[in-house]
């Protein structure tokens, strides 16, 4: 690592003085002037949960539905669809406007989401976790005023028993409405006094919905301008017990009695269209009314299913009824991304089996990552989780959270190491002191200089993309921002956990295949910073990695591009833990924003705890500054997979040497001697041993045979094989007795090599003037002598230790050297134990017999056909089993 390089990595210098006032900067924006342009600042808790549950319990009391088998839960939430639209039609700041003041109260922005679910009903079954349907869901204003009414009782088992009981309710304030000429107060209370005057059973049995069929419903067009068809008379039929039929008017009149309070007044309605639908209890009619005039550029269409009795049995708000906000231009966007990610994770799971095969990742601190990672995804699994609601048992419940955490943890882990192994492995080629603060948090040691700048400047960096993400809402009024995310006041068991827990494994895996996956290969093109920093970029936008909850479009890619080119920057000018952690801790503060700018929302503690964890951690991070340490270089923490490639290589240069030696030394032709037949060869195996052979002339008529076999492999081997050569050519000139060299070539190399070498070996000297073959062994495989006529082959083999025993006076009176006569024909065979050990896929090894064997067979054949037969049918043996030792064979045939 360059001077230069480490002073970045562990100094100060102008651009972190640079960062760290842009991080203030970025800090103030996003505290104090975020809300003036957030659209959640026009949210507020004016309620809490525990008021808006006995307003919607009190809603369902007075329309006859019963809560009491019943769990509820509230939360508060983003009208998504309305938001976006809004936004699209308006701008961010006409929204904010318009929310703000009264016209915008017809249109809940932000509502309080109730939903009802039935509880420990006999025979339900136990199940760990279920998608339940709400038999009630109630949608009220942050006021407490309900505009949405959903009623599922027909849709759930366990509630069927109870859907009559809602559409028995008779409600005559709602008919004296359907009645009444007039929308006066003493008009209606006056006819509702007359109707209170039937009883029940009579408006059960009169009152119906015009043009019925038993069986059928159907839709009815009306004109827009209705006038009053319901008179006295209908009045006077139905207190005297006669059948009445409520025309479309008077399904309109009682759709207007339950017209939303937000909306009463502020709406001119029209209507759309009716639905009549026959019932066992009491007939139903569903009434579309859409608005005559647009409100804040907004349509309005109001959903309402009442009863021939009166009550209510639905109720729904529609803003832009039909509109699609998915245009073409962000279907192809969001396209893009998908396959942008998709191809980038085929891309890094191929690149692993690659990888993996070749034996190139670091699997011990894949797995470390693996684990932390799938760690934390399990607990933001399990954090929104809703323990303890509903009939399954609470220990089942924690069994099934055990199971789930166990399954999700486990995925990602997978995912996580895939990964981190390919992103590691691709960083060290090209960038490796970009991942030393990583490696050292990995260990543990934290408390150092190079973790502590990474987590001082990730801090500050954070500061800088939150204030990116303020200044890019606040100079481009019409960016979108997607308000589709649930608010996380009541999303999880502690927002602050979610956070933390679902940010740094997506944030992580995002880093690890944008700022390493894309960016070293990109770097490894041409080598240039530039063409990193341009793919990062470019793919960041495409990505939309920005934290800032944008909807999918040009705009937000050029936000996310932004975003991306700063992190890459920060990647060159520091390490990849202070990209990850500074972005992961602005998608976090950016995700718990609702804590500061809703008002009264519950999330501002968790906002606060992630402030003074960061505290917490900047202090962290300044102890390692103040300690002084540096953290080392990262050739100290190189991982197993480089050690063992270098040592790969150490042994791959030491075969190609010994091959060079033992190739080198090897004889280049066979001697040609008159009276002799000589063929040779040694095949070295893919462990270079000591093999070799030799042929020394003596004189015109002698000639001496050398055949050994040194210990050890590779260089060491190829090193003694050169020294014995050389001792054994220099004896062989001036001692005739082949005994004597052996002692002699035994005493200098006891003195030159160390203890544990051996040498296994057959000299013999052949004289074609006296037909005479004399020689000596080492300790060293038999010479096999196949004569002429004879079909059996017998081994020669004298006594003799190795050379290199450690007594020599044993070595000394142990050898023996043997004379044989040779005639026409005969052939002497001398080899190395690479053909007598070769071994079979059975394992089964070849053996000195069978050699011997073969030879009586072959015998009579010319040197070269012997050496081939022999060679080819131990080939044959093995069955590509392949050779663990060199294999070196002399044949002599005498010829006269």
């Known amino acids: 690592m360059t001077s230069s390089s480490r002073h970045n990595r562990t100094g100060i210098g102008p651009i972190d003085i640079v960062l760290f006032l842009a991080a203030l900067l970025g800090v103030w924006s996003f505290f104090f002037l975020l809300p003036s342009v957030h659209v959640d600042s026009t949210a507020r808790y004016d309620l809490d949960q525990e008021d808006v549950l006995v307003r919607s319990d009190g809603f369902l009391h007075k329309r006859g539905f019963p809560t009491d088998l019943m769990t509820s839960n509230a939360s508060l939430q983003r009208n998504s669809d309305l938001l976006n639209s809004m936004q699209v039609d308006v701008g961010r700041k006409g929204v904010i406007d318009a929310l703000n003041s009264d016209e915008g109260k017809i249109l809940p922005g932000y509502y ?57 309710v008779i409600n005559r304030a709602a008919l004296a409405s359907a009645f009444s000429h007039s929308e006066s107060d003493s008009v209606l209370a006056a006819t509702e006094s007359r109707l209170r005057a039937v009883t029940d059973s009579t408006l059960r049995a009169s009152l119906s919905f015009s043009g019925v069929r038993s069986g059928t419903s159907r839709r009815i067009r009306t004109e827009n301008n209705i006038s009053r068809l319901i008179d006295e008379a209908l009045l006077i039929d139905l207190e005297s017990g006669d059948p009445v039929e409520l025309d479309t008017q008077a399904v309109y009149s009682i759709a207007r009695f339950y017209e939303p309070e937000n909306l009463v007044g502020k709406i001119e309605w029209k209507i759309d269209s009716l639905q009549v639908i026959a019932g066992s209890e009491a007939q139903q009619a569903k009434i579309w009314l859409v608005s005559t005039t647009p409100v804040l550029n907004q349509d309005i269409r109001l959903d309402v299913t009442v009863t021939s009795l009166g009550s209510l049995h639905e109720m729904d708000v529609v803003y832009n009824p039909g509109e699609n906000n998915d245009d073409l231009t962000s279907t192809a966007f969001a396209a893009l991304m998908a396959a942008a990610y998709l191809i980038l994770a085929i891309v890094l799971i191929v690149v692993f089996f690659r990888r993996i095969m070749a034996r190139l990742i670091d699997v011990k601190s894949a797995l470390i990552d693996a684990v932390v990672m799938g760690i934390f ?81 990730g801090i500050a960096l954070a500061g800088v993309i939150l204030g990116l993400g303020v200044l890019a809402i606040t100079v481009s009024p019409s960016l979108v921002m997607d308000m589709s995310q649930d608010l996380q006041a009541h999303k999880s068991l502690r927002p602050v956990l979610s956070a933390v827990t679902g940010n740094a494994v997506s944030g992580f895996l995002l880093m690890l295949m944008l700022m390493v996956g894309i960016g070293s290969y990109a770097y490894r093109v041409k080598n240039r910073t530039w063409m990193a920093v341009l793919a990062i970029t470019l793919f960041g936008g495409v990505l939309q990695i920005a934290p800032f909850s944008l909807t999918i479009g040009f705009m937000p890619i050029v936000v996310s591009a932004l975003v991306a080119c700063l992190l890459a920057l920060a990647l060159f000018q520091y390490d990849f833990f202070t990209v990850f952690l500074g972005y992961v801790i602005a998608r976090i503060f950016w995700q718990l924003s609702e804590g500061f700018l809703i008002a009264g929302s519950p999330t501002w503690f968790d906002a606060t705890l992630a402030v003074v964890a960061l505290g917490v951690f900047l202090g962290m991070g300044i102890i390692g500054l103040l300690s002084g340490k540096s953290g080392g270089d990262m050739s100290q923490f190189l991982p197993e997979y480089i050690t063992e490639l270098a040592s790969q290589e150490r042994v791959k240069r030491e075969l190609e040497i010994a091959h060079q030696v033992q190739s080198s030394f090897l ?28 042929f020394i002339k003596i004189s015109d008529h002698k000639l001496a045979v050398v055949v050994g076999d040194v210990s050890g492999k590779g260089i060491e081997a190829a090193f003694y094989m050169t020294f014995v050569k050389g001792v054994i050519q220099t004896l062989s000139t001036s001692i005739e007795s082949p005994a004597e060299v052996m002692r002699r070539a035994n005493a200098v190399f006891g003195k030159n ?144």
């Open 112 to 168: 309080w989401d109730v939903q009802y679910f039935f509880d420990e009903l006999p025979g339900r079954e136990f199940a760990f976790f279920s998608d339940r349907i709400p038999v009630f869901r109630i949608k009220l204003t942050m006021d407490g005023k309900v505009w949405s009414f959903s009623n599922n009782l027909n849709q759930v088992e366990e509630a069927i028993p109870y859907v009559g009981q809602g559409l028995r």
């Open 377 to 457: 995804f399990g607990l933001y699994a399990i954090l929104s989780l809703e323990l303890g609601q509903g009939p399954t048992p609470i220990w089942i419940q924690v069994l099934g959270t055990l199971v789930l955490f166990s399954l999700v943890a486990g995925a990602m882990s997978l995912f996580v190491f895939i990964i981190s192994a390919v992103t590691e492995s691709a960083v060290r080629e090209v960038w490796p002191e970009k991942w030393l603060s990583l490696v050292l948090i990995r260990k543990g040691d934290i408390r150092n200089t190079d973790v502590g700048w990474s987590i001082v400047r």
């Open 667 to 694: 004889p280049r032709r066979m001697p040609d001697i008159n009276g002799m037949d000589i063929a040779g060869m040694c095949l070295p195996a893919t462990e270079v041993g000591g093999d070799y052979f030799d």
């Open 753 to 896: 090599a160390p203890a544990g070498i051996f040498i296994s070996m057959i000299y013999g000297v052949v004289d074609v003037a006296s037909n005479t073959f004399t020689f000596a062994r080492a300790g060293h495989n038999p010479v096999i002598l196949k004569r002429n006529g004879i079909a059996e082959a017998e081994p020669l083999q004298p006594q003799g230790m190795a050379i290199g025993f450690p007594e020599p006076e044993i070595f000394n009176r142990t050898i023996e050297e043997r004379s044989i006569l040779l005639n026409t024909g005969d052939t002497l065979v001398f080899y190395t134990d690479g053909f007598s050990e070769a071994m079979n896929s059975s394992r089964e090894l070849y053996g000195d017999d069978r050699l011997v064997e073969k030879v009586a067979r072959v015998g009579s054949k010319g040197s070269g056909a012997i050496l081939r037969a022999l060679t080819e049918d131990v080939h044959h043996f093995i069955e590509g089993h392949g050779r663990s030792d060199d294999m070196t064979m002399v044949v002599i045939k005498m010829t006269q």
